[in-house]
Nanobody, 115 residues
């Protein structure tokens, strides 16, 4: 059974950085696409970044220039490097991994930006 687990969230001051990880287990197949979403309290879940294993990527305007999404092919791990974090980046961050043709969601990791 495929499981996707995020990690790396925490409390950070404005201007700080965090690195989120999304690891898929229980499969011998590659993570072809990783997408990251976040959900602030009281808001709907919003898409923020996507990376294809083949290299293409895209970002929401709100994070462009500050966040970087990648896939570590050797570890089958999706990564979201978040720099210059702002108060409005606070929320639960979710990873969605596409393996073969199926999508798998992680349980989420909390990111809190506060002074």
């Amino acid at each position: 059974q495929v499981q996707v687990v995020e990690s790396g969230g925490g409390l950070v001051q404005p201007g700080g950085s965090l690195r989120l990880s999304c690891v898929a287990s229980g499969t011998a197949f590659d993570m072809n696409i990783v997408a990251w979403y976040r959900q602030a309290q009281g808001n709907q879940r919003e898409w923020i970044a996507t990376r294809l294993r083949a290299g293409a990527y895209n970002y929401a305007d709100s994070v462009k220039g500050r966040f970087a999404v990648s896939i570590d092919n050797a570890k089958n791990e999706g990564i979201l490097q978040m720099n210059n974090l702002q108060l409005e980046d606070t929320g639960v961050y979710y990873c969605k991994a596409t393996i073969r043709t199926r999508e798998y969601w992680g349980q989420g990791t909390q990111v809190t930006v506060s002074s």
